[in-house]
């Protein structure tokens, strides 16, 4: 079956520093949750179980995956450590090739929420700076949109062709994404209301793996790190 896996950045030095935005990099525990990440996708997300009809027997082989990350650097250099190199792979019909298991690719729809001027702020500046602004958001975070920036709703929109993506891609997919986007992302697959999806808990280094079913997904979460 056809399974998604959705994880935010490892944390960034903006997540350190309680700022939101920006394209900060990671930082050491950031990159300690990017090596997780690889050996997670290569022993997990990589593999998949396969029964010898003669025999019975049980064995493991690699699969193709599609790995989508944002256009932010935090994004990009949590995949460093995923294998990028070619595998040679045989088909099921005797035919065999070379292929690059988890090609990374960077998609602009992935990329966070944008905070417009409040892009680099802490929640307490926003508090301070733009009083009204941040009352506003409290009392409706889905369609509360920031000063030349994006709301819940606007990112809804721009995420509706990626999602569509992901309903007719056959492999799995792995995504490396932000707190909002994913909580969009997790609403949309988990059929919740739209006004739910901006409360979603997405924390740090987890991996929220979801495989559809008639009705919704089955959700099951890893923990890769405390
Ligand atoms: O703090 C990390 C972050 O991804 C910010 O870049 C983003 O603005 C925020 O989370 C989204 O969460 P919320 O909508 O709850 O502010």
């Known amino acids: 079956t056809r399974t998604f896996y959705l994880t935010r950045h490892g944390q960034s030095e903006y997540n350190l520093l309680g700022k939101i935005g920006g394209d900060s990099g990671l930082t050491p525990a950031g990159k300690e949750y990017a090596r997780r990440l690889a050996d997670f996708a290569r022993d997990h997300i990589g593999v998949r179980k396969v029964v010898d009809p003669n025999t019975g027997e049980e064995s493991e ?7 989508w990350t944002s256009t932010l650097r935090r994004t990009k250099e949590t995949t460093q450590f995923i294998d990028h190199s070619k595998f040679k792979y045989k088909w099921d019909n005797g035919d ?37 602004e941040f009352n506003r958001r409290q009392e409706d975070k889905l369609t ?24 007719r891609t056959r492999e799995p997919v792995l995504i490396v994404g932000h707190q909002g986007i994913l909580r969009i992302l997790y609403a949309y697959f988990m059929g919740l209301d739209r006004k739910e999806a901006p409360y979603v808990s997405i924390p740090l280094n987890n991996v ?7 009705y919704g997904c089955h959700e099951k979460r890893y923990c890769l790190m405390r």
């Not at 082989?61 to 790995?67: D, E, M, S, T």
């Not at 929220?208 to 008639?214: D, S």
């Open 144 to 167: 509360y949109r920031y000063p030349r920036g994006e709301s819940y709703m606007d990112v809804t929109l721009r995420l509706e062709p990626l999602a569509q993506e992901m309903e």
């Open 208 to 214: 929220i793996e979801l495989t559809p079913h008639a």
């Open 61 to 67: 082989v690699q699969q193709p995956c599609r790995l």
């Open 96 to 132: 065999t090739g070379e292929w690059v298991q988890f090609r990374p690719m960077a998609r602009r729809n992935l990329d966070e929420l944008y905070a417009g001027v409040c892009d680099g702020m802490t929640y307490k500046d926003i508090e301070q700076v733009y009083p009204e």
